[in-house]
């Protein structure tokens, strides 16, 4: 016996084209899930290569602006000059060190 086509009452004329929109879309939504996949596993392989951690970058941008000159409190001249004169007082930085600093701070 083939297969026979039957006009059943029960489903309706549009079924056929219905069905076709769904698998359609559904092959569309699976295509959409593996290409996501594929683009998140590249990118974090590419971020691995570069010596950053994908699931981290977040903190570790955070924290390098945390710790960037651009967000460090102003201290004016006098207050750096004072630091320098304190820090060749205690003896932590020698004359030259001293001298260099302090002509780099005047300078700006």
């Known amino acids: ?22 698998m359609v879309g559904g092959v569309i939504v699976v295509l959409g899930t593996i290409a996501v996949i594929v683009l998140a596993v590249y990118r974090s392989t590419r971020m691995a290569n570069r010596g950053q951690n994908p699931l981290t970058l977040t903190e570790d941008l955070a924290f390098q602006a945390t710790q960037s000159a651009t967000l460090a409190p102003v201290r004016s001249l006098e207050q ?19 001298r260099a600093a302090r002509a780099d701070a005047l300078r700006g």
Request: aromatic share 8%.
């Open 1 to 22: 016996m083939a297969f026979e086509e039957t006009n059943s009452p029960l489903v309706p004329a549009g079924y056929d084209v219905v069905w076709s929109l769904v």
């Open 80 to 98: 750096r000059l004072a630091e320098l004169d304190d820090l060749h007082a205690r003896g932590v930085i020698s004359d030259d060190e001293h």
